[in-house]
């Protein structure tokens, strides 16, 4: 009995030193790397966030048809309390006066010294500044004509208030109160708004849109310098503003100088000469209260000074002698028109 112990027990010794000896020289051949580095286990942090939890993400098609429903509910919603409003409220409707027009027949008339008044039914149209009624001189009956034209395609009295509506109206009304300022005795005589206007003009001289060309082509250039199959930017600009610019220096303002307003270097306009600055704006307060006007509007809408004074030159009845009614033989056009003028300031 002892010896079956004592064998049992060493047996299990050595049956245990060896299976111990065994997987531990598999296991060292299995696990070695190329790295001797021990490595470091992972440390968990604590959970901070507080708040709710993220809602479950859904499809995108679903969440757009969850708002287009919320924003169709708070449109309903906000009708009803527009409607609402409109039921309780007994003023609203006062608003539908001024969707239609009070008047129905729009007519020129001529007094005996030739003054002509243009009329909605039987009331005069009005200056809006100074509430007198709007005149227009003998010599432009066809201005006259306009306005009714203007006034006539209007369709309720709030297009009255928009001034882009009413461009000629506007233009008469500015000439307008100047001749009733400059019409008075020398003593009274008042010249606030033709200094106001030329004070406004002057600076477009320096930065008029007639002058500013493209820099020349260089080696840098998409054209790579060589722009002899095509014309360049700066030679369509050139050609274009040299004929407007020889003809205010030759009957004009004879002898004047006028210069690029950007250098090729640089971005920053050049201030034109003082003498032409000073004799350009002494050309302009010896201007009458029409043309000045139309200068003013036709300035603003070009953003060119020069090319407003072409064109008032063309056109007004103060510079006959000097206008040129020649055939245009491409256009068919007579002299200087709203076409040539549009091209000279936007072609850039």
Not at 171 to 187: F, G, K, N, Q, V
Request: some cysteine; glycine content about 4%; hydrophobic content about 40%.
């Amino acid at each position: 009995m002892s010896l079956k112990l004592v064998f049992n027990f060493s047996s299990s010794s050595l049956f245990s030193k060896a299976h111990r000896a065994v997987p531990s020289l598999s296991l060292r051949s299995k696990s070695q790397g190329l790295h001797v580095s021990s490595p470091n286990n992972a440390i968990p942090l604590p959970i901070i966030a507080t708040g709710p939890p993220p809602r479950v993400p859904v499809p995108a098609n679903s969440e757009q048809k969850n708002r287009r429903k919320l924003q169709a509910a708070l449109t309903e919603h906000s009708q009803h309390l527009k409607n609402d409003r409109t039921k309780l409220t007994p003023r609203a409707k006062s608003g539908d006066k001024l969707k239609k027009r009070f008047w129905k027949d729009v007519s020129v008339r001529t007094d005996s010294e030739g003054i002509h008044e243009v009329y909605l039914d039987a009331r005069p149209i009005r200056n809006p500044t100074n509430k007198k009624t709007l005149s227009i001189p003998s010599s432009k009956p066809h201005l006259a004509s306009a306005i009714a034209l203007e006034w006539d395609l209007l369709t309720s009295v709030q297009d009255t208030l928009r001034s882009h509506l009413l461009p000629l109206t506007s233009i008469a009304s500015r000439a307008h109160d100047m001749l009733l300022e400059e019409s008075a005795d020398a003593s009274a005589r008042n010249t606030k708004t033709r200094d106001e206007i030329v004070a406004s003009l002057l600076p477009y001289l320096n930065t008029d849109t007639l002058l500013c060309w493209a820099p020349p082509s260089t080696a840098f250039s998409p054209d790579g310098g060589d722009a002899q199959h095509l014309p360049s930017l700066r030679d369509l600009e050139i050609r274009v503003a040299q004929p407007i610019i020889d003809f205010l220096t030759t009957y004009i303002w004879r002898g004047i100088k006028l210069v690029p307003a950007l250098d090729s270097n640089s971005i920053i306009p050049v201030d034109q000469p003082t003498e032409s600055q000073a004799i350009i704006r002494s050309w302009m307060l010896g201007l009458s209260p029409w043309d000045l006007a139309g200068l003013e509007r036709a300035t603003l809408a070009g953003k060119s000074l020069l090319v407003g004074v072409r064109l008032l030159v063309e056109w007004s009845e103060s510079f006959r002698s000097t206008q040129q009614w020649r055939p245009n033989d491409e256009s068919g056009e007579m002299g200087f028109g709203i076409e040539a003028a549009a091209e000279a300031c936007s072609l850039e």
